[in-house]
Nanobody, 121 residues
């Protein structure tokens, strides 16, 4: 079994900051991608920021310069530091990992349940 659990969401005023955390647990052998997606009401889930081993970080255009993704490999954790938040950042933020479980042969995608981020104007 693998679980991804997010924390750190909440309500913040425009211009404020939040830090999201996600921990992956279970029978994990290796994680090669870990990061964050978000889904706003009435919209599709979209990539926010990811970290790929051996490749680096990737951000969606409208968070560049405001959000930073970083990973703690030793703890199977990924963080999203969000600064200068805007009302349009309001969404449910989901943690994602592309990982290989013990005794398995293929990498698979796993998702957390999501954490709500609300930015008031």
């Amino acid at each position: 079994q693998v679980q991804l659990v997010e924390s750190g969401g909440g309500l913040v005023q425009a211009g404020g900051s939040l830090r999201l955390s996600c921990v992956a647990s279970g029978d994990i052998f290796s994680i090669n991608v870990m990061g964050w997606y978000r889904q706003a009401p009435g919209k599709e889930r979209e990539l926010v920021a990811t970290f790929t081993n051996g490749v680096g970080k990737k951000y969606t255009e409208d968070v560049k310069g405001r959000f930073t993704v970083f990973k703690d490999n030793g703890k199977n954790m990924v963080y999203l530091q969000m600064n200068n938040l805007k009302p349009e950042d309001t969404a449910v933020y989901y943690c994602h990992a592309h990982l290989l479980r013990l005794h398995f042969t293929t990498y698979e995608d796993y998702w957390g349940r999501g954490t709500q981020v609300t930015v008031s104007s």
